[in-house]
C-alpha cells in the first residue's frame, strides 16, 4: 500500500525559509570571530531544510562544504577555481572538491 505524504503548513515551511536566510546571514557576520558558530549555524539551516524538505537556493548551496559542512569563505578557508564552464570549489578543511555548473 503506497503512503501518503505529508506536507507542512504553509506557514510553517514560511517560517522556516526565514530561520534558514537568517542563520546563514549570521553564519557570515559571526565567521570573522569564531568560525565555530558559523559552522553550528549552517548545520542548524541544512537540518530544518531537511525536515521542512526545503531545497536550498544554490547560492546558499554554495556556502558551505556538502562533506564536511563547514562555512565556506573564498580565499579564507576555501579555493574558488573556474575551469571548463564549473565553479570548483576546494575545502581547506576536509580537502574536498565541489563543482557546480556555470551557466
Known sequence: MPRKHYKKPA????????RINFLFQHAKEVFKEDSKFSDKYVKLARR???????????QLKK???????????????C?????KHRLIYYCFSCKHYMRHPVK
Open 11 to 18: 506557514q510553517q515551511v514560511k517560517i522556516a525559509k526565514n
Open 48 to 58: 530544518i531544510a531537511m525536515k521542512y524538505k526545503i531545497k536550498l537556493p544554490s
Open 63 to 77: 556556502r558551505f562544504c556538502k562533506h564536511c559542512h563547514k562555512y565556506l569563505v573564498p580565499g579564507v578557508n
Open 79 to 83: 579555493r574558488v577555481r573556474l575551469h
